[in-house]
């Protein structure tokens, strides 16, 4: 049976995992056009502003998608962190090693090329990207902004000289007043009843200034964060300019002290359910999957949440984790996702403890020196 590798062949790398995995499995692909977007480095900024290279692989046996790869650079991040590092992300394959080996080879040869020394991954192409590879819950059912995929790419990447590295968990809470109330103590009910603090929701029509204001939180908060590279207003747009259209104002919120912004949750509905209904592609039935997912929408996910280092210590995180739990609860949620928390993150770690959270799945970096 003849392997062959097809650089950019968008057609065949988007319908890997639907040719690999079975179609009750767990995975959800994102939309097309969104993958169109990432591996467009005219479109995507962390290419285009940030100096970055891209390319990604498809490997086709007898003519059949096999397996995908992208590989790519991050400049910034190299600048900010002192390495040499090639990344690479959407690998996605089955359990075929020679396969494996092909896309890793290829990979290998770009990152040289690149000046690189390292190959670490897997990083999904966006500023907030999606991060790791699944090591362990491969029966979570995952939410908007999570990883999955099976068993053998662990043993795969293995097999192809990656060791795993930089543990991380996402987690799974269930909703409820009684939950929300584990996250107060005397501090965050002094924040709460402060009227120096103020909570402004995330709506359509301040949708612009709002995400300014999270991005300028972001930055600030994460920015002794390991790998964390401080996002450009194109870089924040790029990924979370889309939010605009799925905001559910009641649950995402800036929190502002003293006129300023002090933190923010961003909290949405999980579209894992419209995504999968549709195999990532808008057609006819799109609106209808969408509106059906609208009414029976019942997880949320929180894609990040963050407050300025200034205030850190000061019980804002679960002040703000309070609201947004309570929120959830009223608008009729009843479980809700957060994405990948690394084990080096004790602060959030302890929020997910106070907040119940189970582990939904557990993730690693890859990594390989080349």
Known sequence: MSLELRERDLDGFFEVPFAVYPADSPYVTPMRSDLDRY??????????????????????????????LVVHTHPASNLRHGTRRCQFGFFDCDDDVEAARALFARAEAFARDQGCDELVGSFNLTAMQQAGVLTDGFAGVPYTDMVWGPPHLPRLLEACGFAATFPMSTFEFDVGPETADRLLGPR?????????WTWTPISRRHFKVRFEEARQCLNDGFSDNPMFVPLTPAEFDFQAGEMMWIVDPAIASLVHYKGQPAGVVICIPDLNPFQKAVKGRFGPTALFHFLKARLRRRRAVIIFYSVKQALHGQGVNGAMLHRVTRALHERGYRQCGVTWISDENTASLRQMEKLGARRLHRLHLFRKAI
Request: without cysteine; charged residues 35%; glycine residues 12%.
């Open 39 to 68: 591996l467009d480095p005219a479109r995507n900024p962390l290419m285009r502003d940030g100096g970055g290279r891209l390319t990604h692989f498809t490997a086709r046996r007898d003519g059949r998608p096999v397996g995908r």
């Open 188 to 196: 965050q009910r002094a924040i709460l009843d402060d009227p120096d």
